[in-house]
């Protein structure tokens, strides 16, 4: 017959899941009472259990919502933390101990924590009825509790005991009530008393006349009265210390006899002191039960309006934002996961239509010129013979083994492995491209998965590959050949390659010059070759110590620049290799003071200086330490730098002179062409190379990589990890939440919609009678 509270209950459950909105609040009990008014033991006789902790120890240290559910038809007597997910607990000890738990997780300095514990209880026992248990309110603190904890306990009941709340004010018979904190505090808020009920514990502790006196309420009124109870156990046949039932205290079912006794022990107590039974007093615990149903049923439906108007704003509100936001379209989670899929799908395709043959042979190409450019620095730009290349005759050995050397440096490089990892490295950096974008960027441990497989697909496939691409290129290590037309486009190729790296060594040297500053280069190349004269002089001068007799200077000196670094043999042999005209205007720029030409001017000059001041040296006996400037060792790098590629530069014109020259039109001629040589290997050794790939790994890759996509991300995905990957996506979040808010909506207020009627017809009823 309590038909409403039940339904609204339920209400309060399913509103409590989608949010707090202070508006949806429904009326529910408040206990509140001073620390030993005896809280615990009126709330307990009210379920009929033990089952809140006790001690002398502040227990309670969070809010307890506790949901009375009256199962009629159940025998089952159960417990439950909605919030935990622990189940049904029958043994109302170990909801005792969960409790106590949870209250000490609170640490001693912080000493209470508004965040509520909820507990629900089924019980055929139990009549329906929320119930909230709060600390209780302390006198003193102890040392180790806060000051502040007083005003916290008093601030976290007074957030409770607002409306719709009824408030249950829990005082001690034998405490004057002008001093119960309950009563203070209640009245501050229901100052009629219209939603307070007084309950009165202890009654067995004063004398009936007294507690009479008290339950009738002429000093503190309240309109819905002070009921009478008494919630402990005789002394003389105290319960827990009977032998029978001590041995199985820990079982409900004792319990529930336990608070039989207890409610048998408290009727004898009232019926036995006649005053109890006048008029207009109210006692016991069945009493309490009764009223508290009563006046809950009543607030409920006092609330009921205003909770139907304010569900149905929110419906309203959630339905205008379902069709701003979604345009009324529902979504659900297995959707949302179908549609990712089929996008990370497609933005793989596009990617493979995107990677073919042509991306691959760039990548594979790029890779072969840098080290056809790097063999050629290593074995002939670095030549100090270099410049001879030309001149020298067709089958002058040393340039013929240079030429097998390079050639087998270059397919005797584990080409099928390098180019094997490069494309696998591309091809990941494209998959880690596509595991940070829409939409695997909303999910990080997808997006890893599908890192992982792609890379496991991949190395599956590296070996074969690489041992394919590496027996294909195996006849290239014996012997190259090729067409006329190959041969054009490898001279072709390698003009190119080396114009892009002259340029590029223009592009740094430049830069070192910005960055420095003409003058200051200047100074620390001049510097820098200085120093190495000095030490080939150095050695010359060990040399000379070896050789005692008779050396003059003459020969130093000749030794001294046939020592220097290449930079000056270079020097030395491109002028001599230049034409007169040339000359001329070399000579001319010495003397204008101009860029590259200059620069070897200050070096000649550096040279006679220092081979004076060797003179010096010598002739002192005395060992260099004329260094007057001091540079900064990184500004002599940059000047080593520096004076590495202005002889970059230099060889570099000069060899692509030698590439474009009628020599190089013929592949006889390769000898005198190794860049070009090179170059047609390389291209050849693309070609295989990325013929391999294509088939071993390109098409492989692409053709498993959906399909373990179906496998490792979609099956076997249940109904919880479908919703929270779908979650991940803030965007979809929201949406279901939205959804779902709505759809809670919508059922809570056909619930309220048909409480609204009902009620309409009681009242209509009632207006009859
Ligand atoms: P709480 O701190 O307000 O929860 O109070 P408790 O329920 O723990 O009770 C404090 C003490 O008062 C305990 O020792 C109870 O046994 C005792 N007590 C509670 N109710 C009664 C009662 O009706 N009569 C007597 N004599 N003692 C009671």
Redesign the pocket.
């Known amino acids: 017959f309590m038909l409403l509270t039940r339904k609204l209950i339920e209400v309060r459950n399913i509103l409590m899941n989608i949010d707090h909105n202070e508006g949806l609040k429904l009326p529910s009990i408040v206990v509140i009472?001073?620390?030993?008014?005896?809280?615990?033991?009126?709330l307990e006789a009210i379920v009929g259990h033990e089952f809140?902790p006790?001690g002398s120890n502040m227990v309670t240290r969070r809010p307890i919502e506790l949901t009375l559910i009256h199962t009629p038809k159940s025998k089952e007597e159960y417990g439950e933390f909605p919030q935990l997910g622990l189940g049904k607990i029958h043994d109302f000890t170990q909801i005792q101990k969960t409790l106590r738990d949870l209250n000490l997780a609170v640490p001693e300095s912080e000493c209470v924590s508004n965040k509520p514990i909820e507990l629900r209880i089924f019980s055929a026992n139990v009549p329906d009825l929320t119930l909230i248990d709060l600390p209780?309110y302390i006198q003193v603190t102890n040392k180790k509790q806060p000051e502040t904890l007083k005003d916290k306990i008093t601030e976290l009941c007074q957030q409770y005991i607002k409306e719709p709340n009824i408030i249950l004010a829990?005082c001690a018979a034998d405490v004057d009530l002008a001093n119960s904190e309950a009563l203070k505090a209640g009245r501050k808020v229901d100052p009629l008393g219209l939603r307070t009920i007084g309950v009165i514990?202890?009654?067995?502790?004063v004398e009936p006349e007294i507690g009479a006196s008290i339950l009738r309420n002429s000093d503190y009124p309240l309109h819905l009265g002070y009921i009478g109870?008494?919630?402990?156990p005789p002394l003389t046949k105290s319960i827990t210390s009977s032998p029978s039932s001590s041995s199985s205290s820990s079982s409900s079912l004792t319990h529930f006899n336990d608070q039989k006794a207890l409610m048998r022990h408290e009727e004898d107590f009232f019926r036995s002191n006649y005053v109890y039974s006048q008029r207009g007093i109210q006692v016991g615990t069945g009493t309490l039960r009764r009223k508290l149903m009563e006046v809950l049923e009543e607030n409920m439906a006092k609330s009921l309006f205003s909770i139907v108007s304010a569900v149905q704003l929110e419906l309203e509100e959630a339905r205008y934002q379902f069709k701003v936001h979604y345009n009324d379209r529902r979504i659900t989670a297995e959707s949302y996961v179908a549609e990712t899929i089929d996008s990370i799908k497609h933005n793989f395709k596009n990617f493979a239509h995107s990677f073919g043959k042509p991306q691959v042979r760039h990548e594979v190409r790029t890779m072969l010129e840098q080290r056809v450019l790097d063999l050629c620095a290593e074995l002939y730009w670095t030549d100090n013979k270099i410049n001879y290349l030309p001149k020298a005759t067709i089958d002058d050995i040393y340039w013929q083994y240079k030429l097998d050397l390079s050639s087998a440096s270059l397919t005797k490089s584990g080409i099928g492995r390098t180019s094997t990892q490069l494309v696998v490295d591309v091809l990941m950096a494209n998959m880690e491209k596509l595991a940070s974008i829409d939409p695997l960027n909303n999910h990080p441990d997808t997006s890893s998965k599908v890192l992982k497989f792609s890379n496991e697909i991949l190395r599956n496939k590296f070996h074969t590959t690489a041992d394919q691409v590496e027996n294909c290129v195996k006849p290239y290590k014996y012997e190259v050949e090729c067409t006329e037309q190959e041969w054009t486009d490898g001279v072709k190729r390698s003009i190119s390659l080396l114009e892009k790296e002259l340029e590029n060594c223009e592009k740094a040297l430049r830069s070192i010059k910005n960055s420095l500053g003409k003058k200051k280069l200047r100074a620390a190349i001049k510097y820098v070759l200085d120093l190495e004269k000095e030490s080939a002089k150095r050695r010359e001068m060990t040399y000379k110590n070896i050789n005692t007799i008779n050396t003059n200077n003459v020969n130093e000196n000749e030794n001294v620049i046939n020592n220097t670094s290449n930079t000056t043999n270079n020097n030395t042999s491109n002028t001599s290799n230049s034409s007169n005209a040339s000359n001329a205007s070399n000579a001319s720029n010495t003397s204008s003071n101009n860029t590259t030409t200059n620069t070897a001017a200050t070096l000649g000059h550096g040279d006679l200086s220092s081979t004076a001041m060797i003179s010096n040296v010598i002739e002192s006996g005395d060992y260099f330490d004329h260094r007057v400037i001091h540079f900064n060792p990184k500004v002599v790098e940059k000047a080593k730098e520096a004076i590495f590629l202005r002889d970059r530069l230099m060889i570099l014109k000069y060899r692509l002179a030698a590439l474009k020259s009628r020599q190089c039109k013929s592949q006889e001629n390769k000898q005198y062409c190794p860049e070009a040589f090179l170059n047609m290997i390389a291209e050849k050794l693309t070609y295989t190379a990325v013929m391999l790939i294509q088939v071993e790994l390109l098409n492989e890759f692409f053709f498993q990589f959906p399909r373990e996509v179906d496998n490792r991300l979609v099956y076997d995905l249940d109904r919880k990890q479908i919703l929270s990957f779908a979650k991940e996506n803030p965007r979809i979040r929201k949406h279901l939440e939205l959804q779902e808010r709505k759809r809670k909506l919508e059922e809570v207020m056909e619930k309220l919609n048909y409480l609204v009627r009902r009620q309409r017809d009681i009242e209509g009823h009632g207006s009859y009678l």
Do not use: A
Request: net charge positive; hydrophobic share 30%.
């Open positions: 009472g001073s620390q030993s008014s005896g809280k615990s033991s009126v809140l006790k209780g829990v514990t202890k009654m067995d502790l109870v008494v919630c402990k």
